[in-house]
C-alpha cells in the first residue's frame, strides 16, 4: 500500500499536475510533446548521477564535524551540487526543446515555469533514488548515503511530497537566474542562483541545527513540529517568494513591451 501510495503521491501525481500546468500555461504551452518529458527525465537522471558526491562530504565531515564546518562548508557543497543540477537541466532542456525551449527561456515568467518543472522532475529523482537505497542498503557503497534505519511510511511520503515542492522552487528561481544568463546578465544570474542555494541552505540548515543541538528548546521545538510547521512553512516561503519574483518579472514585461521603442 506504502509503495503505491508513494508512486502516486510522489512521482505520478505531482510529473502529472506540472506537465498539465505547462501545456496549458500560455507562457509554456509551446513545450506541448514528447521532447519536454525526455527534459524531464535528465532532471530525473541528474540526481543519482551525482550522488556520489556524498563520500567526498562524507570525508569532510570526518575530517571536521563541527557544526559550523558542516552547516556552512559540507552543505553549501551539497547545496552547489544540487542547484548546479537544475541549471545543466536548463541547458540540456534548450538543446532538446530547440526553438520552443529558447522562447520559453526569452520570458521570465516561462522559465520560471520551466525551472520549476524540472526542479520537481530532480525532486522525484531524489526521492525515488533515495527510497530504493534505504530499501537496499548496500547500495550506500556506491552513493555514499547511509539509509539503513529509514522506514518507507506515510512520514517519508509526506516529507517528499514537501521536498518535491522545494525543489520545484529552487528549480523556478535557478530557472529565472538562466533567462538573464541567456540575455548576457551575469550579475542577476549570479543573484538569483544565490538565492536558490541560500534557500536550500534553510531548509537543510535548520535540520543540521536540530541534529547539533537536539537538547535547546528551539531546537525540540523545530523537531517536534518539523513535519506540520516548519516544513510546510519553508515550502509557503518558497512560492511566496516565486509569486513576488513571477508578479514583479511579469509586469516587467508588460511595461517594456508597452512602450514605444526609442530613437
Not at 149 to 178: C, K, S, T
Amino acid at each position: 500500500m506504502i509503495t503505491i501510495l508513494f508512486v502516486l503521491v510522489d512521482v505520478i501525481g505531482p510529473i502529472g499536475l506540472v506537465l498539465l500546468f505547462l501545456y496549458k500555461n500560455k507562457e509554456t504551452r509551446d513545450l506541448r510533446g514528447p521532447r519536454l518529458l525526455y527534459a524531464g527525465l535528465i532532471a530525473f537522471i541528474l540526481f543519482p548521477l551525482l550522488l556520489p558526491r556524498k563520500h567526498f562530504e562524507g570525508w569532510l565531515i570526518q575530517q571536521n564535524s563541527d557544526f559550523y564546518f558542516v552547516a556552512f562548508v559540507v552543505q553549501m557543497h551539497n547545496n552547489l551540487y544540487e542547484e548546479l543540477a537544475k541549471l545543466i537541466s536548463l541547458i540540456l532542456a534548450v538543446l532538446l526543446l530547440k526553438e520552443r525551449g529558447q522562447k520559453v527561456l526569452s520570458s521570465f515568467r516561462g522559465a520560471l515555469y520551466l525551472g520549476y518543472a524540472l526542479g520537481l522532475f530532480y525532486g522525484v529523482g531524489e526521492a525515488v533514488t533515495l527510497t530504493l537505497i534505504a530499501k537496499n542498503p548496500p547500495l550506500y557503497r556506491i552513493f555514499g548515503v547511509n539509509l539503513f534505519l529509514l522506514f518507507i511510511n506515510y512520514r517519508w511520503l509526506w516529507e517528499r511530497f514537501l521536498a518535491l515542492q522545494m525543489h520545484g522552487i529552487m528549480g523556478g528561481l535557478v530557472g529565472i537566474g538562466y533567462h538573464y544568463l541567456r540575455k548576457k546578465n551575469l550579475w542577476r544570474f549570479l543573484l538569483f542562483f544565490l538565492i536558490a542555494i541560500l534557500y536550500h541552505e534553510l531548509v537543510d540548515g535548520l535540520i543540521i541545527y536540530i541534529g547539533y543541538n537536539a537538547g535547546r528548546p528551539l531546537a525540540r521545538f523545530l523537531l517536534n513540529h518539523l513535519f506540520t510547521v516548519v516544513l510546510p512553512a519553508e515550502v509557503a516561503i518558497g512560492y511566496i517568494i516565486l509569486a513576488i519574483f513571477a508578479r514583479k518579472g511579469g509586469r516587467n514585461v508588460e511595461f517594456i513591451a508597452d512602450c514605444p521603442p526609442r530613437n
